[in-house]
């Protein structure tokens, strides 16, 4: 009898050894995110710098003890601006790794891809840089978060400051697929709903990776425009104002993408850059004690600055961690109904994530570009002004967006 008791109990120690093991080795296993960027080809710089404010979340995060005592592992997606690559590879990476969570910030259509392929295998992607409002619209998704502007906020924002500025005569420019007529569309609703008085003078529509803007530029003189909207990005920001100003355009311009160092660095020449305005979710000169902090704590790690895509990517990052916590444990569902609602306090001031639509509410920052700045040599974005959420907000109604 004495035997067996001791059989009884080596069996049972033996058991609970093996659970302990388990366990310990399921709670050491990391929080896997997936970064969904292009990172080889033409936009690689975008993806790049979007990739580095996100691992350099996960790295504050791990220096604190991760996230449910755990550590987060960026894993990195080459898109290639692809839908169907980025499908593809993330797929691989829900069977094989059982990657839950995915982020990415460049090629709404990219975006639209992810937000299926997350409802359909219960997976989260959140977006810090994919702007379609549609993607929390009409085609919103109980497992797609955003955590940064749409194409609606952002114009709206610069279209409040075109209307409270006074200016009279407005021309937009755009490149002519979705993404520019949809943010035109939105700022050219505004703009006159908040001042009628506002005379549109023109709308231009170009294809994208357009080589020569003169003609254009001599459109928009010959039209009397004081303010430029334009929604254009890369190339075809930069050369629409190094061809202005070449042209003797004197309008200002008032753009979403003015916030970026390559693309002033592109332009070389601030006399062309200062004076114009643009509107982001982060900027580095945000007058906050956090984003102080923030831009010491990166520049000390890296050696540069954080500037604008970093910026956005590690808040972003941030927020999603915010609502793991809350969750309490590593469980997509757990963790979309831990974000409802959920409110974080960032270097751009406080974010509240929106249960109706997965939009997230946020603080806009305007600012006009100035000589002197204290990060770069060449003119940038100088201390900017807040418009609260609630001033520019769209109601769920408004959007579309019906969450299954």
């Not at 001791?6 to 709670?27: P, R, Y």
């Not at 550590?71 to 993330?90: C, N, S």
């Not at 989260?124 to 998704?141: I, Q, V």
């Not at 007058?287 to 600055?305: A, L, M, Q, S």
Request: proline content about 3%; charged content about 25%.
């Amino acid at each position: 009898m004495k035997k067996r008791m001791l059989f009884v109990v080596a069996i049972s120690l033996a058991i609970a050894g093996a659970f302990f093991i388990t366990t310990n080795s399921q709670a050491a296993e990391p929080i896997k995110l997936g970064v969904c960027e292009p990172l080889s080809g033409t936009f690689k710089d975008i993806g790049d710098r979007y990739l580095e404010g996100v691992e350099y979340a996960a790295k504050v995060i791990n220096e604190k003890g991760g996230l449910l005592g755990r550590k987060v592992k960026v894993i990195p997606i080459d898109t290639e601006l692809k839908p169907d690559v980025a499908i593809r590879k993330a797929t691989k990476l829900i069977l094989k790794e059982n990657v839950r969570y995915f982020c990415g910030g460049t090629g709404s259509s990219v975006g639209g891809g992810m937000s299926v392929l997350a409802e359909k295998n219960n997976a989260l992607m959140l977006s810090y840089g994919m702007a379609a409002a549609s993607l929390t619209g009409k085609k919103c998704s109980k497992n797609f978060f955003r955590a940064c502007l749409n194409t609606d906020i952002q114009s709206f924002a610069l279209a409040m400051w075109v209307a409270k500025s006074g200016y009279k005569k407005v021309l937009g420019i755009a490149q002519d697929y979705s993404f520019g007529h949809e943010a035109s569309a939105a700022f050219m609703k505004k703009v006159k709903e908040l001042n009628p008085s506002v005379e549109i003078v023109g709308e231009l529509f170009h294809k994208a990776g357009e080589k020569d803007f003169a003609p254009y530029v001599s459109q928009i003189i010959a039209s009397g425009a004081e303010v430029v909207w334009t929604p254009n990005w890369g190339n075809d920001l930069s050369l629409l104002i190094k061809q202005g100003g070449t042209l003797g355009l004197k309008a200002k311009i008032v753009s979403y993408y003015l916030n970026d160092e390559y693309l002033i660095k592109s332009v070389a020449d601030d006399s062309a850059i200062i004076g114009n305005i643009t509107a982001e979710a982060y900027m580095l000169s945000i007058p906050t004690e956090k984003n102080r902090k923030f831009i010491e704590g990166f520049y000390k790690d890296k050696g540069y600055y954080p500037s604008w895509l970093r910026g956005k990517a590690y808040t972003a990052t941030m927020f999603w961690a915010e609502a793991v916590k809350k969750a309490g444990k590593d469980d997509v569902n757990a963790v979309i109904r831990a974000w409802e609602g959920l409110t974080y306090e960032g270097p751009a001031g406080t974010w509240y994530m929106r249960p109706c639509d997965h939009q997230a509410q946020l603080p806009v920052w305007v600012a006009e570009m100035v000589k002197d700045s204290k990060f770069f040599k060449h003119a940038f974005v100088g201390t900017p002004t807040m418009i609260p959420a609630k001033d520019i907000k769209i109601t769920c109604e408004e959007t579309g967006c019906r969450m299954k």
